[in-house]
């Protein structure tokens, strides 16, 4: 038998004897590693971390809106939007109502207000009623129907998803309406207020007052001081809050087209009107390519050598270039002017026929369409329908007088049935084209058939009015773009700016480059654009970003050049500056200060002695109203009017505060409106003033309340 030496064995056992020895520090050792893994997982995924402001668009009072579940409702809008949509306008829309619903929901939970089942879809039977899809075979809402389709679109995850969402929004919109309607039930307004209204606007006053103005009082002798307004903006906070806001000055090295490609593309057009000739292998000789000025088929020639294509189309004289109109209007056909230059391009225009032409026509038809016809129920071919088209031109060319009757008979035009068929005073380009060219090109009493998209149609002319000169014209239009040299010139002169203007001042740099500076200011973190700057939402975002310090000089691509920008102020949401305070503070604490002084300085009690003391007079107005509470020669005077109504005839008001000056009242007589029999229609006035207002004001009130945690300009 053979043994392990005894001291491999010891060894083993010492180590062993080691590790039991520190246990708790090893396991402490293994804790601390796994919280690291941990850790470092929250930290990635944002949370107790600013990182968090990457992965949530926004955090309302404390609910997350995460960044792809929003960004996948912004794309959603923007393609319902259409090409002109932009993601700043659906980015807006989804904003609004994400808040608005995270903000609603939360008063649903406060109140206990919920939607079951049964609620959502008699909800949704409403908005259903009136699709096919869902009416049975007597035209009534089906909720088989609406099982059956929900079965049938399981399989489908974007069908599905699609109606998912169609429920979600009919529950919000059912917990909404019910949240705002309880509010309005609580807002309506009673007799009693109706006939506090009808006080309100028929009670009247009629007064003798003195008003002391403030003008008296020259505004540089009284003193406002920064730290008055800082006191007046710290008693308002909400008054002189202020959203993040950047100031950028900026200078646009443009890729405008030199004097060289100006006249450059000048030439290129105007080579255009000559023939040239030019190699042919297939004759082994040269061939004749005809020039603008003598080509045979004018339509090709445009669409291959003019970036807008060729228009076969009437035009009057307003509708051709401005720049041009007057000539144009001069020549006749196979005339050729030119080339002439429009905002961006150049151009050379021919005359390809004119006539004269009314600008407004009225015809009456009979429209047959290929397929079904819902007025006589008969399906028809395409032969079939003109066929039938043609036979009633027949009948109608034997006697007009029986148009009428067979418009009734035949005709599936809906929008002129009633009228007898008829479209009356259309100018040039209201009908599709085919029916235009014959009502326009035609003489009054013709009669014809004309072929559309529609179907067949039998259309005769019964007027024509304005008879004019039109003129169809053929123009090659080229524009001017700036050369490689050019582009190469502005890039090297938006570079050296961009080096000179950080070792130096950026504004006298420009000067000294004949460059012009233009400055932006008060940015906000969402605006998507600068004056003077397509696509300069990456200029913004880079002013607001926390490695963008004031003073940092960038360039950057736009669609027309380049764009240098310097970042020269930058700020927090916090309140506004005493100084952008000052403008609106200013002129109410001077007020304010100007009373106290006005007041100091009054002597005497009655109206008379006050009059004589400030060397003021005594004046009287008649037929005042809280309503209106406007006084002639004064302008609008609420607390006055309203301190009035406060005392009895014969009595006296104390000093006013006014918005012109300090006021003393005197009420002569107190003129109530008589009793009515029934305050309904003031209370309904209140209502249809105060219940439009419900749905909008009380969104803003929670959002004014709301703590919001804005990260879009993150993502945007």
């Known amino acids: 038998m053979v043994f392990s030496p005894p001291i491999k064995f010891d060894r083993k056992m ?64 923007q393609r319902t939007l259409g090409p002109n949509g932009t993601s700043a306008q659906a980015m807006n829309i989804v904003w609004e109502r994400e808040l608005r619903s995270i903000l609603l929901e939360e008063q649903y939970e406060k109140i206990g207000l919920s939607a079951e089942e049964e609620q959502i879809n008699n909800a949704m039977s409403t908005s259903l009623a009136t699709n096919p899809s869902f009416q049975n075979e007597a035209g009534m809402y089906d909720p088989a129907r609406v ?37 309005k039930a609580g807002m309506t307004s009673t007799l009693n207020d109706g006939q506090a209204e009808y006080r309100f606007e028929n009670d009247k006053i009629n007064i003798d007052y003195v008003q002391i103005p403030y003008a008296k009082i020259a505004d540089e002798d009284i003193t406002v001081s920064d730290a008055d307004i800082k006191k007046y903006m710290n008693e308002h906070p909400k008054k002189f809050e202020v959203e993040p806001q950047v100031d950028i000055q900026y200078v646009l090295v443009s890729e405008a087209p030199s004097e060289d490609d100006i006249e450059a593309s000048r030439t290129e057009v105007e080579s255009l009107l000559k023939d040239k000739t030019e190699y042919s292998s297939a004759t082994n000789g040269t061939d004749t390519i005809y020039g603008f000025r003598n080509t045979k088929d004018i339509q090709a020639f445009v669409d291959a050598n003019s970036s807008q294509p060729y228009t076969n189309t009437w035009l009057y004289k ?41 600008d407004t026509v009225s015809a009456r038809h009979i429209l047959i369409p290929i397929g079904l016809n819902p007025t006589d129920s008969i399906t028809r071919t395409d032969l079939q329908a003109k066929a039938t088209a043609d036979s009633l031109m027949k009948v109608v060319k034997g006697n007009r007088s029986k148009f009428t009757d067979l418009v009734k008979a035949f005709s599936s035009d809906s929008g002129s049935m009633e009228k007898e068929g008829k479209y009356e005073d259309f100018a040039y380009n209201t009908m599709v084209a085919e029916f235009r060219d014959f ?43 700036p050369s490689e040299n050019t582009l190469n010139d502005v890039f090297s002169t938006a570079s050296k700016f961009e080096v000179a203007s950080k070792d130096g001042d950026f504004a ?89 002084k006005i007041r100091e300085s009054i002597s005497g009690n009655t109206l008379e002695e006050i009059a004589a003391n400030q060397s003021v007079t005594v004046k ?22 309203g301190a009035a109504f406060g005392v009895k005839a014969g009595e006296t008001t104390g000093l006013i505060d006014g918005k012109t000056g300090v006021f003393k009242v005197k009420v002569l007589e107190v003129n109530q409106a008589p009793d009515i029999k029934n305050y309904a229609s003031y209370a309904e006035q209140l209502n249809a003033i105060v219940t439009p207002k419900v749905n909008t004001g009380v969104y803003n009130a929670l959002k004014n309340e709301a703590e919001i945690e804005d990260n879009r300009a993150n993502f945007f």
């Open 14 to 77: 010492a180590v062993l004897n080691k590790i039991r020895q520190r246990s708790v520090f090893l396991i402490v050792i293994i804790a601390l590693a796994l919280f690291s893994f941990v850790l470092a997982d929250v930290i990635r995924n944002g949370g107790l971390s600013s990182n968090k402001s990457q992965t949530t668009v926004a955090t309302v009072n404390g609910n997350d809106i995460p960044r792809q579940e929003f960004m996948e409702q912004v794309e959603a809008t």
């Open 620 to 641: 009287t107005e008649a037929a005042l109203t809280r309503a209106v509470p406007t006084i002639a020669g004064v302008g609008n005077e609420p607390e006055v009017v």
């Open 147 to 183: 099982r059956e389709y929900v079965a049938s679109i399981r399989s489908n995850p974007q069908l599905y998803s699609q109606w998912t969402e169609f429920v979600k929004n009919t529950k919000r919109f059912y917990l909404e309406n019910t949240y705002l309607t309880m509010i």
């Open 508 to 596: 006298k740099v420009a000067g000294e480059q004949g460059l012009e500076v233009k400055p932006v200011n008060k940015i906000g973190k969402l605006d998507t654009s600068l004056p003077g700057i397509t696509s300069s939402r990456n200029i913004i975002s880079w002013g607001f970003k926390e490695d963008t310090n004031i003073g940092d000089i960038k360039r950057f691509s736009v669609p027309n050049g380049y764009v240098i920008a310097q970042l020269t102020r930058r700020n927090k949401k916090e309140a506004m500056s005493v100084s952008e305070a000052s403008t609106t503070v200013t002129p109410i604490l001077r007020n304010q200060k100007k009373a106290k």
């Open 439 to 481: 009502a326009f090109e035609n003489k009054v009493g013709d009669i014809g058939v004309v072929k559309t998209q529609f179907g067949y149609h039998l259309i005769e002319v019964t007027d024509q009015k304005n008879m004019q000169k039109v003129y169809k014209v053929a123009t090659i239009s080229k524009e001017v773009e």
């Open 318 to 358: 307003k509708q051709l270039p401005k720049v041009a109109a007057d000539t144009l209007g001069k020549m006749n056909k196979g005339d050729i002017y030119g080339p002439y230059k429009t905002d961006a391009s150049y151009n050379i225009s021919k005359i390809v026929d004119a006539r004269q032409m009314p």
